[in-house]
C-alpha cells in the first residue's frame, strides 16, 4: 500500500495556473526574408550561377579602375607589334587591330552596359511599379491610361531611339533615357495587370469600408503580394535592357566613342571575325554569360520569394 501510494504522489501532481500561458503561440517563429535566403541557397546549381554571376559583376566594377584603360585614347593607339595577338599567358584574350588588350577592353565594356542596365531597369521598376500600382486600382485613371498605354506601344522603338540619339547625342545618359522614355508603361500595365486581379478581394474591400487611404491599401495590401511577380520580371529586364544597349551600341546610337561598351566592341571588331575570331567571340561569350547568370538569379529569387515555396 506504501508503495502504491508513493508511486501515486510521483505520477499526480497539481497544475500551476499561468493566465498568460493562453497567449503563448506553439507555432514556430517565421521569418519571410530568412526563409526566402534559405529557399534560394537550397539548390548547388543556383549558389553556383549566383557566384559566376558575382564574379563577372565584380570583375567588371573592379578591374577597370586597375588597368588605366582609356576608352578616348585607346582608338588613337596603334602599335604594330602588339596588333592582332592570340590569347595566351601573357595576353588572356589577346590584343585588338591597334595594340589594346582586349582583356581590359572587355571589362570596361562590361562595366557600362551593366551600370546602363541596371539604372535603366531601376528608374524603369519604380516609375511603372508606383503608376501600375495606382492605375490597377483607380477605375477612373484606368481610362486614360489604357490610351496613353495604346499611343505608346505603337511607336517604334528602334524608330525613336534613333530620334532621341541624333536630337540629344550620343551617351550614356542619352541611352539611358532612350531605355526609359517608353519602357516604364509596358511595367506599368504588367502591375496594373497584377493589381486588379486582388484589388477586389475580401480584405480589400473591408479596408475601403474602414476608410482606409488608397496608398496605404496598394502599400501594405497589395505590393506585398506581388513580391515574387515584380522579381520574375526584374529578373527578364535586366538583361533585356543590356541586350538593347549592346544593339544600339552595334547600330552606332548607343554610347559615344569615349565610352566603352560591349555592343560597341563587337561592332569594331565584327570585320576582322574570320581571321581574328576571338576579337568577336570573347565580348559576345561575356555578355552571353552575365545575361544568362543574370536572368537565372533573378528567375530564381523570385521562386525563393514566393511564400509557397517555403513549405
Not at 497567449?23 to 550561377?49: C, D, L, N
Not at 584603360?69 to 590569347?87: G, S, T
Not at 524608330?159 to 541611352?175: E, H, N
Request: hydrophobic fraction near 50%.
Amino acid at each position: 500500500m506504501m508503495e502504491e501510494k508513493i508511486q501515486e504522489k510521483e505520477l499526480f501532481a497539481f497544475a500551476s495556473f499561468d493566465k498568460y500561458e493562453s497567449e503563448h503561440i506553439a507555432a514556430p517563429k517565421y521569418s519571410y526574408w530568412k526563409s526566402v535566403w534559405r529557399t534560394f541557397f537550397k539548390s548547388k546549381f543556383t549558389v553556383g550561377v549566383g557566384i559566376l554571376m558575382l564574379v563577372l559583376v565584380g570583375f567588371s566594377i573592379i578591374q577597370p579602375i586597375f588597368s588605366g584603360y582609356d576608352p578616348l585614347i585607346a582608338p588613337n593607339v596603334n602599335n604594330p607589334e602588339m596588333r592582332f595577338l592570340q590569347p595566351s599567358s601573357d595576353h588572356l584574350f589577346g590584343t585588338d587591330n591597334v595594340g589594346n588588350e582586349v582583356f581590359d577592353v572587355v571589362w570596361a565594356g562590361a562595366k557600362n552596359s551593366i551600370i546602363i542596365g541596371f539604372v535603366a531597369t531601376i528608374i524603369n521598376m519604380i516609375i511603372g511599379i508606383a503608376v501600375g500600382a495606382v492605375w490597377g486600382f483607380s477605375k477612373k485613371m484606368d481610362k486614360w491610361m489604357i490610351e496613353v498605354y495604346n499611343v505608346i506601344s505603337n511607336v517604334p522603338f528602334l524608330l525613336l531611339a534613333m530620334v532621341l540619339s541624333y536630337a540629344m547625342g550620343a551617351g550614356m545618359g542619352t541611352l539611358i533615357f532612350v531605355m526609359c522614355v517608353t519602357d516604364w508603361i509596358f511595367v506599368a500595365y504588367f502591375i496594373r495587370t497584377q493589381v486588379m486581379i486582388i484589388r477586389d478581394r475580401e480584405y480589400n474591400l473591408a479596408s475601403r469600408c474602414l476608410g482606409t487611404s488608397t496608398w496605404t491599401m496598394i502599400k501594405n495590401n497589395i505590393l506585398p503580394y506581388l513580391v515574387s511577380v515584380i522579381m520574375t520580371y526584374v529578373s527578364r529586364m535586366i538583361p533585356s535592357t543590356i541586350s538593347y544597349e549592346v544593339f544600339l551600341s552595334y547600330l552606332g546610337l548607343g554610347l559615344s566613342v569615349k565610352e566603352a561598351s560591349l555592343g560597341r566592341m563587337v561592332s569594331v571588331y565584327t570585320p576582322y571575325m574570320n581571321g581574328y575570331p576571338h576579337l568577336f567571340w570573347i565580348p559576345v561569350t561575356v555578355l552571353a554569360l552575365l545575361s544568362i547568370s543574370l536572368y537565372i538569379v533573378g528567375q530564381k529569387l523570385a521562386d525563393a520569394t514566393d511564400p509557397r515555396t517555403h513549405m
